[in-house]
């Protein structure tokens, strides 16, 4: 097949014309990482994921330090124009993206603040 789905998202496969399975290395266990490494690995790929932390999901982890489970998640969305796919996604869900000019900026209770 050409693609699959995954919870509604439709992947590509990658066709390849190799007697035996090439080996790709995906740098980064976050998100796209592990997207890129099952996209490839259904493709028949020998796939080696290359992490520097001790855990996958990059921006995206629990935090159990307090005794319980927090969800960090991803909160920062880079390029958040034209060059970021997601941008067009979260102005339709109509959540709200402050434009930032680097890591000189806090956000509190919704106040962009310097």
Sequence with gaps: PSSFKI???LLPTIERRCASPPSVIVIGGGISGIAAAHVLSNSSFEVTV??????????VHMDYSFGCPID???SWLHSVG???????LIGHLGLILYHTSGD???LYDHVLER
């Design 7 to 9: 919870g509604g998202l």
């Design 50 to 59: 290359l992490e520097s932390r001790d855990r996958i999901g990059g921006h």
């Design 72 to 74: 960090m998640g991803a």
């Design 82 to 88: 034209n060059d970021n796919s997601l941008a067009p």
């Design 104 to 106: 000189n900026f806090v």
